[in-house]
């Protein structure tokens, strides 16, 4: 079949462009793989699984630097990443738990590094944590920068060695179960509480209705038994004496210096003063992945 001259163009100009749309679109898709496989966060995704740690780190990299930012929470829930109602500034124990374990299966990852910025959040949480940073067969270095309290505090105190800059606020052991009374402003609003519940203690603590000496009795009780689980923690971990801890476990934060001082931490330093003790503890200079 004979074309004109003018539709032959038309039909191979037509070619050409499509296959140009063609690359253009895999090398779209390619570049997006790329992306996701590098930047790929493991704190957030709820469904990441151990498995091959080739790809935990980088080629170079020498050191796992893991971030403990914001709240502490055993899990994340699978939603979070498309809410824009979730608070981001939080971190799960399972994923901080999950990345440890990838370290220590990496031939090439020689130390790990815990930067923490935290208020504290779930006990348990912080436990989890420390139980693994304990296990590891790598060393853990923790860095405190802003702040490393309370249950955050707990998750680190079981790294080889903690450093803080002289400004950190570090430690807060004590347990809190507080909370907004809202029985008056929902009486000034015209709202009843209405209790329909079975078990004596079933709605105890809810912010509706007045909580009573009883109930407080009960939730006295088991903030006790945390509150004398975390000191002990801190004193196995830290090798301080029990009775020492309870002196200044009174639920506030101190300084870097006193920090160091009272056994919390120690040394004062940030992130190059880590990398300097890592360099001496592992016998290479550190390549540090985040």
Known sequence: MKYSKKLRDFLYGNIIGNIIILIIILSCVYGLIFLVRKYNNPFWDSSASVGDSSDTTDENCTVLGIELHGSLYTYLPEHAEGDTNFDYDTV????????????????????????????????????????????????????IREIGASASYLAISSADKIFASKYSDVGSIGVTMSYLNNV??????????????????????SP?????????????????????NFIKAVSDNRKIPLDKVRS????????????????????????????????????EKPEICW
């Open 184 to 205: 008056e402003k929902n009486r000034k609003e015209g709202y009843t509480y209405e209790q329909v519940s079975v078990g004596k203690y079933k709605d105890a603590g």
């Open 92 to 143: 799960a124990s399972e994923n901080i738990i999950l990345a440890i374990k990838q370290a220590n299966q990496d031939e090439e990852i020689k130390a790990i590094i815990l930067e923490v910025d935290s208020s504290g959040g779930s006990p348990i949480a912080g436990e989890e944590i420390s139980i693994a940073v304990k296990n590891s067969k790598k060393p853990v270095v923790a860095l």
């Open 208 to 228: 509706d209705k007045a909580l009573t000496s009883e109930e407080k009795t009960l939730f006295l009780r088991d903030t006790k038994i945390i509150y004398e």
């Open 248 to 283: 200044f476990a009174d639920g506030s934060t101190v300084l870097g210096e006193k920090a160091r001082e009272i056994g919390l931490i120690d040394e004062i330093g940030g992130l190059p003063e880590v990398e300097k003790y890592i360099e001496e503890k592992i016998g």
